[in-house]
């Protein structure tokens, strides 16, 4: 009877403790509202010069890992919290849907939706996982990105000179911010 009692409160608690897990994330914001707002233009930027398809950012149809990769150096090299490349992998890990950075708060960033927090990421591609790359790997980038060097259809119009210029005006103010 008592070990009943004893695997109740557990279970009890347990369940508890996740749903507190998911109201704090549920709550949870970013810690820097203005470094939101200016990552929120520079998506805008890019998706005023790269536009949509289908509504969905043509930066996230294809050159996502490029981009990725490009506002990842730009961020560390002026910034003391680091960024990471993450992938957003079907759940059985067989492919890669999306890349994305994770910024220093734990919210994840893509230069088509802009900042949001993992659960939202997650809602854009359900049934999926992220596998987070702790040190840069540039060859696994590339194999996740299914080559990094190639051309897209879907986005034909992009540019890295001009992904990098409009990621550098955006990524200036900040570390202007910062001093």
Known sequence: MKIAKYLHL???FTVALASGQWL????????????????NRLRDEINDNY????GAPRINLGPCGRFAKAFYE????????????AFVMAGDGT?????????????YYDGGNGVMSKP??????????????PEFDLALLD?????????????????????ASVIERHLTRL?????
């Open 120 to 133: 939202t990421l997650l809602a854009l591609f359900p049934q999926s996982r992220i596998d987070e790359m």
């Open 95 to 107: 492919q890669c849907y999306h890349v994305v950075v994770r910024l220093p708060d734990g919210y």
């Open 175 to 179: 570390a202007g911010d910062a001093r």
């Open 143 to 163: 194999q996740r990105s299914y080559g990094l060097s190639r051309s897209y259809s879907t986005c034909p119009n992009y540019a890295d000179d001009l992904t």
């Open 74 to 85: 730009q961020w560390n090299a002026r910034f003391k919290a680091k960024t990471t490349i």
């Open 51 to 54: 536009g949509y398809r289908f």
């Open 24 to 39: 704090a994330e549920r709550r949870k914001t970013p810690a820097d509202k203005r470094t939101v707002a200016v990552l």
């Open 10 to 12: 557990k279970k009890l």
